[in-house]
């Protein structure tokens, strides 16, 4: 795992993304501007997915936005490494549709869906 340390741009709505340090160390670029996505370097969004974990920085990031709608259906490009990125569900019999870059390992979630993920997770659990 690795973070990026360059300025990457959302792939989403190609708005510069903020670095956020977690508590976790990780740093995970979101897109506090423009549609509220959230990037996640290779192996990092496993850390993140327990509903126990406090995500309390990411939330901090993000609270009292409003967040500009995307086109979720659209291949998108991996801010890191250009490639495109593939489409698949998150969290085994989850209904989240994240983007992944089958080259770097990234992720890219929009917004809200990290939540919706993690209550996926749970349910899983039960």
Known sequence: MSDTKKEIICPACKTKMEKVITKHGIIVDICTNGCGGIWFDNRELGKFTNITESISEIEDSVKNKTFNVTE?????????????????????????EIDDCYSCGGKFL???ELERIRRACLDMKK
């Not at 979720?72 to 989240?96: F, W, Y």
């Open 72 to 96: 979720t259906e659209k291949i998108r490009k991996c801010p890191v490494c250009q490639n495109n990125m593939v489409k698949h569900k998150a969290c085994g019999g989850s209904d989240v």
């Open 110 to 112: 929009d917004f809200g």
